[in-house]
């Protein structure tokens, strides 16, 4: 895992969620835009993802991944292509279809994605669908890349609610996109249902929710996109 390392509390910074989506902007005023960040970032779940599950002729790991509507769900999208065309059987299952994502630059991401999942032969489920359910539970590993930052507590309820429900029913190992989804990245407070979390990997640089419920994010990976946060912080 080249790009990743483990979570140091004495080493890493972990910022407030306003912070961090500074810290992006300014990110991005210098050269780096946020669509390049979310490649980065889907390649980061990818790598892990190829790690702990390595494809082979013997054994090829399903992978199911969670999306939903936002950036958060963009990082998912990407994982899910990358995988794909790496010959992965991977089942994606978004809140929101690819054309009806309206965030950039998630909405850019599903729609290449989309037609790479289409080519390699990876269904993309509908979260209501029957099949959806069926592929949270054979899957070896769960992307979780429901809900990001900007959830900031209270009930999780209708699509991401049954699927984050699917994947803590499931044995899969689920892999979280930035923050287990219905975690506050601000309070570290598990929202109900909260997603349990085997591995998190939080981007550019740790959220304080984070570093104050380790426990809730499992093995907790910062990926730093190519980005020195302390020269942007």
């Not at 929101?96 to 909405?107: D, I, L, Y």
């Not at 599903?110 to 990876?122: D, R, T």
């Amino acid at each position: 895992m080249k790009d990743l390392h483990d979570f140091d509390a004495t080493d890493d910074l972990a910022l407030d969620v306003a912070d961090v989506t500074a810290l992006e902007q300014r990110i991005a005023a210098s050269g780096t835009s946020l669509s390049v960040l979310m490649a980065r970032a889907g390649a980061a779940l990818a790598e892990l993802v190829e790690s702990i599950a390595p494809l082979e002729h013997e054994h090829q790991p399903a992978v199911t991944v969670l999306c939903g509507s936002g950036n958060n769900g963009g990082d998912g999208w990407v994982c899910a292509r990358i995988l794909a065309q790496k010959g992965y059987p991977v089942t994606l299952v978004p809140t929101r279809a690819a054309a009806e994502v309206k965030a950039q630059p998630a909405r850019d991401a599903a729609a290449k994605a989309q037609s790479a999942l289409e080519s390699a032969g990876c269904p993309v489920l509908s979260p209501d669908a029957d099949e959806a359910a069926a592929a949270i539970a054979r899957a070896d590993i769960v992307v979780d890349a429901l809900l990001g930052t900007g959830f900031s507590g209270g009930a999780v309820t209708g699509a991401a609610a049954r699927l984050i429900e699917a994947a803590n029913a499931s044995t899969a190992l689920v892999v979280a996109a930035d923050v287990p989804s219905g975690l506050s990245a601000q309070t570290g407070e598990p929202a109900t249902p909260c997603a349990r979390a085997d591995y998190t990997v939080t981007m550019i640089c740790a959220k304080t929710g984070l570093a104050a419920n380790r426990a809730a994010c499992g093995r907790l990976l910062v990926a730093p996109l190519g980005v020195d946060a302390r020269h942007f912080a």
